[in-house]
């Protein structure tokens, strides 16, 4: 089959709206998937429906901003009813690597916050096992050395991300590494494992934090519960 990732995206970005009631307080994820249900929430908000959002990222801030969401943040509510975010993999648990855009602090929170978390893929993001990508780690620059020391006593291999020549900094001003542990076999081990060291603030993987995942397939979508 001829797949159209794009046309994936928005399929299971318009499916994913479908969860929204009004009166909900909804996080909004990051990236290029959530970028097409961001758009449609506008197109909703428009046609009356009342919502806040509360948004991952400073990008999916701006975009809400322009199209009319009445947005929020996490100093204003304890609790989110809804999230929409994206995937960087996701398996037949429903586990989870994100932080390909460098957004998963504020992911993470924003998932933890969330009564209901629902992930949007295009197709190429559904892996058997977790671990072709690349894990992201965001560490606080001064613990930069030795958090990549730790990395390595896990057989990881981490490598600082760059963008145009420069040293990548996460909105919170932290280093992101992406750290390959080749094929991960026990994601919540591994989880684990990094929650334990000290100065690496946040990971990418998810562990049962997704309660569906929908996916575009083709000129469809497929919806996986846990
Ligand atoms: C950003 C993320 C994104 O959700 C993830 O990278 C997927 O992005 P896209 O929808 O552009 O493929 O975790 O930190």
Known sequence: MQRNPEREKELAALEAVKYIKDGMTLGLGTGSTVYYA???????????????????????????????????????????????????????????VKGGGGALFKEKIIAAMSKE?????????????????????????????????????????????????????????NYIFDADFGLIQNAAALSAQLNNIEGLLVHGLFIQTAHKVIMGDGDGTVVFER
């Open 38 to 96: 961001v758009r449609a929430i506008g197109e909703m908000v428009q046609q009356g429906l009342n919502i806040r959002g509360v948004a991952t990222s400073a990008a999916t801030q701006q975009q809400a901003i322009s199209l009319g969401i009445p947005m929020t943040d996490t100093a204003h509510v304890t609790t989110i009813d809804l999230t929409i975010d994206g995937a960087d993999e996701f398996d037949r648990n429903l586990d989870l």
């Open 117 to 173: 978390v629902i992930i949007i893929a295009d197709a190429s993001k559904k892996v058997d096992v977790l671990g072709e990508f690349k894990l992201p780690l965001e560490v606080v620059p001064f613990a930069a050395n030795y958090v990549m020391q730790q990395v390595k006593m896990l057989n990881g291999n981490a490598t600082l991300r760059q963008r145009d020549g420069q040293v990548f900094k996460t909105e919170q001003g």
